[in-house]
């Protein structure tokens, strides 16, 4: 199946392996790539048995791919046209279009495409930098994925709310240093935040990824923050845990 797929790429585009039960990713080389924020999330959220949840900027289709054998039934939206076909044909290529729907879309207008209080679960990885920070190409797909020119937290989190049933879950990956927007975000929108987990690249180093869950209409307090996730040993290798994410059958 991959071989015919291989001869139905388009140009600048090729197709990774997701080291994760035989998924394949279709990616254009001119387009925002995944990174490894988007397999943090994926591993990090909490989906119950049974749960229907979003993808909220989904971009080629990595985290609902990497949650298909988690979850019953996941939606992904996404605004570039350009990965939003991508994304359509990932979950094609991986037989999985009757489980994952991929729809074009400005969560910014949330209500027009989802009725609310309809999901379990969402996650996202949103642009993670203000449009102040730096000169920008609005056009370029990269620069939307990186900054908020298309959405901001704030619209991010509300689009999650709107959405989420009560007591659903709202995952999300950004910048340490952004995390104080985050609990105002979560505060102004009804989420309570329950977990809360740091990333170094090393041990040695700062922190330079939160992962963070709350809880819609959650009760207030009880924020479990759980031992910072290590990337890299001293040497360069991956740490056992992300061994864990990226080549479980090696261990």
């Known amino acids: 199946m991959i071989s015919d797929w291989n001869l139905n790429l388009k140009e600048n ?4 392996d997701l080291l994760a039960g035989g998924l394949k990713i279709i990616q254009n ?3 925002f790539c995944f990174s ?17 949840g979003l993808d909220l900027g989904t ?15 996941i939606d992904a939206l996404e605004i570039n046209p350009v990965t939003c076909e991508i994304a359509k044909r990932n979950m094609v290529m991986n037989n999985l279009q009757d489980k994952i729907c991929v729809q074009e879309g400005d969560l910014c207008k949330i209500k027009e495409y989802y009725k609310p209080q309809s999901m379990d679960f969402v996650v996202s ?11 920008l190409n609005i056009l370029d797909g990269v620069a939307r ?17 709107f959405v989420l049933k009560r007591k659903g879950r709202f995952a999300m990956v ?33 922190p330079n990824i939160v992962l963070i869950e709350g809880v819609k209409e959650g009760a207030p307090g009880g924020l479990s923050v759980e031992p910072a996730l290590i990337v890299h040993e001293d040497n360069g290798d991956y740490t056992r845990k992300l061994m864990e994410y990226y080549y479980p059958d090696r261990l």
């Open 13 to 16: 585009e090729r197709i990774d």
């Open 29 to 31: 080389n001119k387009e």
């Open 36 to 52: 490894i924020d988007a397999v943090l999330l994926a591993h990090f959220v909490t989906v119950r048995k049974n749960a229907k």
């Open 59 to 73: 971009g080629t289709g990595v985290i609902p791919l990497l949650l298909s054998n988690r979850a019953m039934k």
């Open 125 to 135: 990885n949103p642009p993670y930098r203000q449009i102040n920070q730096g000169h």
């Open 145 to 161: 994925a990186r900054h908020e020119i298309t959405a901001t937290l704030d619209d991010v989190v509300r689009a999650g709310s």
């Open 174 to 206: 950004h910048l340490p240093e952004r995390l104080g927007e985050i609990m105002v975000a979560f505060h102004k929108y009804n989420i309570e935040a329950k977990r809360l987990q740091l990333v170094q690249p090393k041990r040695d180093k700062a």
